[in-house]
């Protein structure tokens, strides 16, 4: 049996970028796999400081947010990275196996860098408290992007090492490309971006949401002129929610003229609150249930401990600790 793991950085509200690119994939693991386990990374986003009552908040909204776009918890082991704290001792452990050269090359730290951030200890090790998330519940396949595949690889780097020096105790994970590599534009038509100011929440106020979709920049062309879906944001939004024949239809209407941009962002509209809405409704029900969120996050706690503790005997045995 192949157990699938994943980690997602609680990071600021969800927008439809990461609902597509990644939320979506993670949910879907659960039909594909018998054994799935997704935690919220709050140990890594403390490399960037967040204030404490804003990483509680959105640690806690993260929860609340996949468990309304479908995750199960009845299907996938759904914790908390801090709740399973041998984590910590786990990388401490791998540490010791990881050379400096090794994480002075990480893309991740290098671009910190670039970008003028003092850069924490925190901040270089990321990639070795990653490899002890994946490590601890011997993971086979893990889900990344592109911009995680690195971290993956140094991964697999550690825990060869770790192998070679005492023994095969962990297990060497693979990367899983689930296919759906879409890159979901912005209002700008750059990547969707907390950081470019440019996205569509995914539970968003409708009203905000619309103005939002109003905001999409377009080329000037008027009413009557032909246009070319193609290379519009307009349309390559609409397409993540829109069945094929719906899809057809719009383009065919920009083709022919006399279709706006503005009845094009009302079509997007649209399928937007019908895309989401089982989601919100959801949502509106857990978020009047806090108790159940605790639950869920505890009895994947418990969960995950068990499969952390059997590692963790065997690894302090190897290294000596024991
Ligand atoms: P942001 O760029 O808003 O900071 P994150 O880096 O926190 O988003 O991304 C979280 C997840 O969502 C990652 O797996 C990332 O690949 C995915 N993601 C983010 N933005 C997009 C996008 N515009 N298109 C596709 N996937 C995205
Ligand atoms: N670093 C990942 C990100 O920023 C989140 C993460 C932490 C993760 N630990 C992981 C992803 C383990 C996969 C496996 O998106």
């Given at each position: 049996m192949k157990r699938v793991l994943t980690g997602i950085q609680p990071s600021g509200v969800l927008h439809i970028g990461n609902y597509f690119g990644a939320i979506r994939s993670t949910v879907r693991l659960q039909e594909e796999c018998d054994d799935a386990v997704v935690f919220i990374?709050?140990?890594?986003?403390?490399?960037?400081?967040?204030?404490?009552?804003?990483?509680?908040?959105?640690?806690?909204?993260?929860?609340?947010?996949?468990?309304?776009?479908?995750?199960?918890?009845?299907?996938?082991?759904?914790?908390?990275?801090?709740?399973?704290?041998?984590?910590?001792?786990?990388?401490?452990?791998?540490?010791?196996?990881?050379?400096?050269?090794?994480?002075?090359?990480?893309?991740?730290?290098?671009?910190k860098i670039a970008k003028g951030f003092a850069p924490n200890n925190g901040l270089f090790s990321y990639p070795v408290l990653m490899a002890a998330?994946?490590?601890?519940?011997?993971?086979?396949?893990?889900?990344?992007?592109?911009?995680?595949?690195?971290?993956?690889?140094?991964?697999?780097?550690?825990?060869?090492r770790f192998n070679q020096q005492y023994g095969d105790v962990l297990t060497i994970p693979e990367p899983y490309i689930s296919g759906e590599v879409a890159v979901v534009p912005g209002t700008d038509g750059q990547k969707m971006s907390k950081s470019y100011n440019n996205t569509i929440e995914i539970f968003g106020e409708p009203k905000a949401i619309k103005k939002k979709i109003m905001s999409i920049q377009t080329d000037s062309k008027g009413l009557e002129e032909p246009k070319d879906p193609d290379t519009c944001t307009i349309f390559a939004l609409y397409k993540l929610f829109a069945t094929p024949e719906q899809q057809a239809e719009m383009a065919e209407r920009y083709r022919a003229g006399n279709?706006?941009?503005?009845?094009?962002?009302?079509?997007?509209f649209?399928?937007?609150?019908?895309?989401?809405?089982?989601?919100?409704?959801?949502?509106?029900?857990?978020?009047?249930?806090?108790?159940?969120?605790?639950?869920?996050?505890?009895?994947?706690?418990?969960?995950?401990?068990?499969?952390?503790?059997?590692?963790?005997?065997?690894?302090?045995?190897a290294v000596g600790l024991r």
């Open positions: 990374a709050d140990l890594h986003s403390l490399t960037v400081q967040p204030k404490p009552e804003e990483l509680r908040e959105r640690v806690r909204g993260v929860a609340v947010d996949f468990l309304a776009c479908g995750l199960d918890p009845e299907k996938v082991i759904f914790f908390r990275q801090s709740d399973v704290n041998v984590v910590c001792e786990l990388m401490w452990i791998l540490n010791c196996q990881t050379g400096v050269g090794l994480l002075e090359r990480a893309h991740s730290y290098k671009d998330d994946i490590l601890l519940y011997h993971a086979n396949l893990v889900p990344v992007g592109k911009d995680q595949k690195q971290h993956l690889e140094m991964t697999r780097d550690i825990a060869i279709y706006g941009y503005g009845h094009a962002k009302l079509a997007l649209d399928a937007y609150m019908d895309f989401f809405a089982p989601m919100r409704k959801r949502r509106e029900e857990l978020l009047a249930d806090p108790g159940y969120v605790d639950a869920v996050l505890k009895r994947g706690a418990e969960r995950a401990s068990e499969l952390a503790h059997a590692t963790m005997d065997e690894v302090r045995k």
